[in-house]
């Protein structure tokens, strides 16, 4: 199943590339498609940055669920007063 996905990705950035060469080249001789040639440059740019983001928000939940498990048990933030803030302030500063 691995080596499917891998070709299967493999095969579609070999064909982004060969998109990017080309478009690269008509943008040479036909300026004008400039706006074309930069929009598939950067759709699947932004929405590769946007779910490897999306992953590794994932990745770092767990990571940090396995390190302090007590803190999910509730599974709410914890919420500070003023004055708690203030008191943690003080503490640094005599540090």
Do not use: S
């Not at 691995?2 to 064909?15: C, D, N, S």
């Amino acid at each position: 199943m691995k080596t499917y996905t891998k070709m299967l990705v493999a095969a579609v950035m070999a064909t982004y590339f060969l998109g990017f060469a080309a478009g690269g080249v008509l943008v040479f001789f036909y300026p004008e498609h400039l706006g074309e040639w930069l929009t598939y440059i950067g759709v699947p740019t932004a929405t590769a940055i946007g779910f490897y983001c999306w992953k590794a928000k994932a990745e770092n939940m767990l990571k940090m669920r396995r390190e302090a498990p007590q803190a999910e048990q509730k599974n709410e933030e914890k919420t500070f007063t003023l004055d708690e803030i203030l008191q943690k302030i003080e503490e640094e500063k005599m540090l």
